[in-house]
């Protein structure tokens, strides 16, 4: 029985395992970088296509590698305020490597050194290497975690029928998550709000002008009906 046996043999012992998942982890880090005029070249950046199983597998591993490679960058950072601009062997840099600050940018960079030591040791290539490092550590720089996702294909593989999906890295195409009908109202609603309480201060000018105009027909038929009035009066006093 498998009880308590973590991970997937995939019908391969150990050390094939390992190597198979170094290739596909290369793999995968080199098409972040795309020649175009490059021979077989990736249509579409960050991304593999392999069986289900194998992507799940290759997640983990992926991801860890990542993790190492972030956590090279602060030491990185803080060893380039101590480096030099100088062109190698020349005079100025001879004296830089001499002096007390090359000592103090070699502490600083130890702890990144060794951080890239143990990704190439796990990848074995290093323009992966350089990839991992000057690149995925920097787009993924304030993210904490799942860094990769995985999309199922609904064709399956020719000869076995095996099922297919997609692993990429997240950041790019990523889908946007629709709104609920509940949070839409919600927003109208509080951008309605200003706008009715607008409204009860035109209504109440509306009102007024609308009195004044009531009160101006008024006072003319007053006025036409104490002249008819008088006109009366005078020809009884005729």
Do not use: C
Not at 111 to 139: G, T
């Amino acid at each position: 029985m498998r009880h308590r046996m973590r991970g997937r043999k995939l019908g391969r012992n150990a050390s094939h395992r390992k190597a198979m998942f170094r290739n596909m982890a290369v793999s995968l880090i080199k098409t972040v970088r795309i020649d175009e005029e490059a021979e077989n070249a990736p249509k579409v950046s960050g991304r593999i296509t392999t069986t289900v199983q194998k992507a799940k597998e290759l997640r983990p591993f992926i991801e860890k590698l990542i993790t190492v490679a972030k956590k090279a960058q602060p030491h990185i950072e803080n060893a380039a305020q101590y480096a030099t601009s100088a062109e190698k062997n020349s005079s100025e840099w001879k004296t830089w490597r001499e002096s007390e600050q090359w000592n103090q940018w070699n502490q600083a960079l130890a702890p990144a050194l060794s951080y890239r030591r143990r990704a190439f040791a796990e990848l074995r290539d290093n323009e992966a290497v350089d990839i991992l490092f000057n690149e995925l550590a920097e787009r993924f720089a304030e993210r904490n975690g799942g860094y990769t996702r995985i999309v199922r294909l609904a064709t399956v593989r020719l000869g076995d029928a095996g099922a297919q999906a997609i692993i990429e890295f997240v950041g790019e195409r990523d889908r946007v998550k629709p709104t609920r009908r509940s949070e839409t109202l919600g927003s109208a609603a509080t951008e309605e709000a200003p706008a009715d309480e607008e409204a009860p201060a035109e209504e109440t000018a509306e009102t007024e002008s609308e009195a004044a105009a009531d009160e101006a027909p008024a006072t003319e038929a007053e006025a036409s009906e104490g002249e008819t009035a008088e006109a009366e009066e005078e020809k009884k006093e005729e």
